[in-house]
């Protein structure tokens, strides 16, 4: 080894010892005759002193070193006059005796300081550099940690690591698939996995009955803010198990890391249904770390002289604890931003309920306080409280009313990101129709979709709901857009795990029998061809004893930023891509060779 | 949980609990008024008992019961008359009460047994019938085994593991790279990694200092026997190390290996050169579990009237110890084997050192007994042992004695599977002439290539020799194919792990000078603004700061492999492909539609 110790290890104890140590130029200082430099690595920072008393020439020599040059010196260890009281290794310092420079280095194109002056694009540009920043070294070493002990939980419960192939089968039924021309077999391509779905399912009819994987997703999408077209998930399958079984396994495998990796006792996780996280929220993923639930004021609204509420098919209130002192122009903002299209509401109506216990509303015109007492009560409104009240279609406003929830919550600092509140929402509906998605193919709009993806089971109590839909597409009679079939629609053993609003894995129990599974290809408009052809390997497995089964992917870069009170995943990537899908640093993709293309016999599309 | 137990954990301190077991049927058999049936899962067999006296109705059930049927029973333990010894549950029984069919199966097309009457295609396309058998179920718990426990000693080493992308650029210097259009930077593609090479040498740039990553690589290669398109790594870079350093280290880890997963103690390791072992085995991954070098019989040999000695450019003695008791007809068995193609020898001296202390030749007409002793002298054979002789090109005839030697060691049971003897090959070739290689680019043929990879640092010794290299290819002195320079290849600090004569691994401490890489870039025939353009954001790292690193690649699948005493990589793989690339299971890869292609804006090339 070029180094005898690291630059962030060495204490009081150590003072005079000869030591050798590696690193980088992170700051120097000439004061007088000295010379200060704080030499770095991975592990922390250790000061080097340098004298023109001591050794003038190699003083001179440390005068001229730049940032983020990297040495190698050999010194003794001795006691700092000013200790360092921030720093691990601050009470010591190196009397430098040999110092080799190993490698020069320009200047940086931004500080390498966690307040750094780069922006995003520069830092992108130059991630190595970026790299070297603690704040980032921090996340990735986070990312190590929770894989390892990820690793460790499932392990110690039999679960095995099986990897599954990469190069596999384009199944376009859900996202985009990335594909790879096939050289060997003229004409024909590869895709990348979207998940290793099928494979896991495959395992558990193999008998591995406990399988789990961290492994690489891709997937072709337009790329949302924080979205990555590859992607890591821990991917796990169960056999054997019921949903409980699965819900109780994965919590226990959030409580282990956030005591391991957090030191933070998280207590049992509640179960909410789809259903109700839609109507108190508004959403399938709340953040339950604050309560302020949407309150269904229809009751209590309608049959005044106020048209907007009389005519709305669902009124919502909100109850923000202690805001009734908001301004009007506090308030006039929070309209407008309720009226940005993002969120789409009309207006905002509110009531103040004030200290001296009268309330006050933007409706006062429609409403007596005496109707405004009732939507307090209905509310839970204490004095000091402010209601908010949205009115629209049941769909819109509830997201909506979820956008200002959320938003209230932030204003409120109500949203603390050192605090964890985590959620089961179970039982998602099994279907839903695809209007056009521009994450897939146009093709197939215009078509039930899987809500989870096609191999989830329905409850048992809804597949009835199942049987007749099948009846109905068999005797042709369902019309173009069945959207309200018979207002129900079948609800899956599909589950969602939800920390602080953020959706951060889901599974479901699986169908393992080959006729429901043939159903749920025909609701999803596959032709009994297709279905074959895309998923034969799988309707034949069926065939030869698959077991009872389910599982769930954990999205393993939102973990890790979730973990890291982060709100982008990009930090927690060691190489990102940006929103275009580009590397920037490598820039990559790029064009290929007309040889490469010739091999592959493929062709660019001309041009017109 | 569906089940109280597994099938491979109850024992005879269980008796008389209540327990229930999930499933398969392994084999059934029904003894006058009983029935028993093997339950099987991941863990064991247990076996069931019915009895038609007991509950003939449940009897009868069971006795219907086919091959791979999904069983949950519930019954109580017993124990059992006829005790089998061979099973850890052999002493019990389970006397079921309840019995739920969890799946019927149809019968497999194949047993489910060690001993198979399934070919391998038939495997394949069934390939998740294939893996509940127990071996092919025990490779992949034992390469589960050997990821964690890699990753503990890497882990105990502070190496963190960093996911690189798997969407890259293409880069094809080396083998061809597989590439994906994208469909978002029109006609742009990435490339899959075949390795992670110059993201682990940026992490070291980033200062990460120890990285590792178990890893999915890809090359779309012309498939040799017992290679897949994808494989796995266990990718390894270390900064501020020699190659010593980095050796020890990785040493250290099949130390570790072979005790945890195998309980066996390897000894340290020799170091042998790559001239070393091209001169003494003809091989740069020779087999030491057993002695039997290739001797130079030059100055014994030459100058008798045998011109075929005498007109060769080197004369290579095997001494195949104990083996003078070959008869004629295996001695002519052995000369058309070494006249096959494949080994291309165009004969086979032999000499026999009888027992009695004379030696017979089949040379007898052009040596003497006394020239015959001085071979036997120079090959240190004894009597009772058997001198086998080629002659030829330097080249082409080490590589026959090579080829020889291994199947004399087999022959002579010299290979034992269960044997392990490894060996660090160091100081190999920085760059070999490419004369046409069907797994790279046609393109790049006529041109050095370099051996390890164009990020190998040359040994210091040999630097000179690059050096002059670089002033003649300015100067454009050298002509077309300067596979003898100057008689002088320069040496790279390169090392490969060989285990038993197959290459496990290997690595390179790495250049980390912009100036040196650029020189690099220049004898591989790279024009400056190729190597900007392909290399541009690891050239302009190095002006960072780049910290010396160096770091070592093992094969996973052969590793795990060779851990599980077996030839070929396939079955510790899942899902492996075949020699076509294709996975015969899911029929990949497949045509994509019209509309995926028309967005990707790709056409496939007509059809003359």
Chains 1, 2 share one sequence.
């Not at 048209?307 to 009124?315: Q, R, V």
């Amino acid at each position: 080894m070029l180094r005898t110790n690291t630059c962030g290890e060495l204490r009081i104890e150590d003072v005079s010892k000869e030591v050798t140590l590696c690193g980088w130029v992170q700051k120097s200082r000439d004061l007088g005759g000295m010379t200060f430099i704080d030499l770095r690595d991975r592990y922390g920072l250790t000061q080097l002193v340098f004298n023109l008393d001591w050794d003038s020439n190699l003083c001179k020599q440390a005068r001229a070193l730049g940032r983020e040059f990297v040495l190698q010196i050999t010194g003794t260890v001795i006691e700092r006059e000013n200790k360092n009281k921030n720093t691990p290794s601050g009470d010591i310092e190196i009397k430098v005796s040999v110092l080799t420079i190993l490698n020069s280095s320009l200047t940086p194109p931004f500080t390498i300081e966690d307040d750094t002056d780069g922006g995003d694009e520069l830092r992108m540009k130059y991630r190595y550099l970026d790299l070297r920043r603690a704040m980032v070294r921090k996340n990735l070493e986070l990312r190590h940690r929770i894989a390892i002990e990820t690793r460790n939980y499932l392990d110690k419960l039999n679960f095995i690591e099986v990897e599954t192939p990469v190069l596999i089968k384009s199944t376009p039924e859900g996202a985009r698939d990335f594909v790879v021309p096939s050289r060997m077999n003229k004409n024909q391509f590869y895709a990348l996995p979207q998940s290793p779905q099928t494979f896991k399912q495959l395992l558990m009819v193999s008998g591995f009955d406990r399988y789990y994987q961290i492994v690489k997703c891709f997937r072709d999408e337009d790329l949302r803010a924080d979205r990555q077209p590859e992607f890591t998930q821990i991917d796990c399958e169960m056999s054997f198990v019921e949903q409980e079984d699965i819900l109780n396994t994965f919590e226990g495998l959030l409580v282990y890391l956030f005591k391991t990796v957090k030191n933070i006792d998280i207590p049992k996780i509640p179960r909410m249904s789809y259903a109700q996280a839609m109507k108190h929220y508004g959403n399938d993923k709340p953040d339950t770390r604050f309560e302020m639930k949407l309150i269904d004021l229809n009751s209590v609204c309608k049959g005044k002289n106020f048209n907007l509420f009389n005519e709305a098919e669902l009124i919502i209130g909100l109850c923000a604890t202690g805001a009734a002192e908001y301004t009007r122009k506090q308030l006039d903002e929070l309209t407008e931003w309720v009226k940005r299209p993002q969120i789409g509401a009309s207006g905002l109506v509110y009531v103040r309920y004030q200290n001296d216990g009268t309330l006050k509303s933007s409706v006062d015109k429609f409403y007596s306080e005496e109707d405004l007492k009732k939507w307090a009560e209905v509310c839970d409104a204490k004095k000091g409280d402010l209601i908010l009240v949205l009115a629209g279609n049941k769909h819109e406003i509830r997201k909506a009313a979820s956008e200002l929830r959320l938003e209230l919550g932030n204003r409120l600092g109500l949203r603390d990101k050192n605090k964890f509140s985590c959620l089961w929402v179970v039982d998602f509906p099994l279907i839903e129709w695809n209007e056009g998605d521009p994450n897939v193919l146009a093709s197939l709009s215009g078509r039930w979709h899987a809500k989870h993806h096609p191999f989830t089971s329905p409850k048992k109590e809804d597949l009835y709901i199942i049987n007749s839909m099948i009846s109905e597409i068999r005797e042709e009679i369902i019309a173009d857009r069945p959207m309200n079939y018979k207002v129900q629609i079948p609800r899956a053993m599909a589950y969602d795990i939800v920390v602080n609003g953020v959706e951060i894995g889901g599974g479901s129990i699986r169908i393992h029998n080959k006729d429901l599974q043939g159903k749920m290809f025909e609701i999803l408009g596959f032709s009994k061809e297709e279905a074959q052809k895309q998923f034969g390997f799988l309707m034949n497995a069926f065939e030869f004893g698959a077991p009872p089964h389910g599982g769930i992917a954990l999205g393993f870069d939102r973990l890790c930023s979730m973990f890291g009170g982060a709100d982008s995943i990009r930090d927690f990537i060691a190489f990102p891509k940006n929103n275009s899908g580009r590397d920037v640093m490598i820039d990559a993709p790029s064009e290929i060779s007309a040889e490469q293309l010739d091999e592959l016999e493929i062709e660019l599309k001309k041009q017109p």
